[in-house]
């Protein structure tokens, strides 16, 4: 069932609707007036606070970096709304892991380029109109968007339904050679386990073995890498047991990172 109406664009996120679903959910909605509703609630929301938890709310909703303002979230995803601005374009682009609907609100149409990906490259796709007639549905398992297409900035408001996929990675490509210049977890967890195994070998830990040892069975394979890399630096035999066991993530950057230390801790 797809769920339309006024000031329904929140529930979007829990009504199990799928990308393509929520596609058409969104051209049956009047945009203009989700968005404004969104923000007067953010607004109210805000003034209900304390001074401090009011700057708390403000630097949880919005990124300066993008000019961009969460309106609305849950464990399943959220909207976000960019404002419009004149600024060169970021040398990187971003990859989006999950699915994106990007829509147009008081009837501004603005463009973007599609990327496809590419293992670690970028080729130049479609570049397309987002209206009120045509949001735009994102797979960012294949394809990253740039809403600065001519280097000038955007004169519309971009807004956009966002479904992460947590378990994929976010690839960093630079734009002018299209090639990927860096990556980093998109997973919370995955991130503070990261900082955990670097503080933990920052300060030589006694336990940081045994830490690394539980945690070369998480999940995601960077965090098992470096569990593997810090068991290496401290327990070189312990690191040559657990070699098989990053084996199984089946993972070409991982598979292509024992290779080459190979010689070392295999």
Request: aromatic residues 8%; hydrophobic residues 45%.
């Amino acid at each position: 069932m797809i769920l339309v109406g006024t000031f329904m664009i929140d529930v979007f996120l829990d009504s199990n609707l799928s990308p393509d679903q929520l596609v058409v959910a969104i051209k049956a909605t009047d945009m203009t007036a989700e968005v404004n509703h969104l923000i007067e609630r953010l607004h109210h929301q805000i003034d209900i606070q304390t001074e401090i938890n009011q700057k708390g709310l403000l630097l949880d909703a919005t990124n300066v970096h993008t000019g961009t303002v969460t309106l609305f979230f849950n464990d399943k995803g959220n909207i976000s709304l960019k404002a419009p601005d004149s600024t060169p374009p970021f040398p990187q682009l971003y990859s989006i892991p999950g699915y994106s609907v990007l829509f147009a609100i008081n009837g501004e149409a603005y463009p973007v380029q599609l990327y496809a990906l590419d293992g670690d490259q970028l080729t130049r796709s479609a570049r397309v109109i987002v209206d009120a007639e045509h949001p735009l549905l994102i797979d960012g398992a294949g394809f990253l968007y740039d809403s600065n297409p001519d280097g000038k900035g955007h004169p519309a408001f971009i807004g956009s339904v966002n479904l992460p996929d947590r378990k994929m990675d976010i690839h960093v490509f630079d734009r002018a050679s299209l090639l990927e210049c860096a990556w980093f977890p998109h997973d919370n967890s995955a991130a503070r386990y990261l900082v955990s195994l670097n503080l933990l070998e920052a300060i030589q830990d006694p336990d940081r073995v045994k830490v690394a040892e539980e945690l070369i069975y998480h999940y995601h394979p960077a965090v098992a890498w470096s569990a593997l890399v810090l068991m290496y630096r401290a327990a070189p035999d312990n690191a040559h047991r657990h070699v098989a066991q990053l084996r199984k993530f089946e993972n070409a950057r991982i598979n292509a990172l024992l290779d080459l230390h190979e010689g070392k801790v295999a």
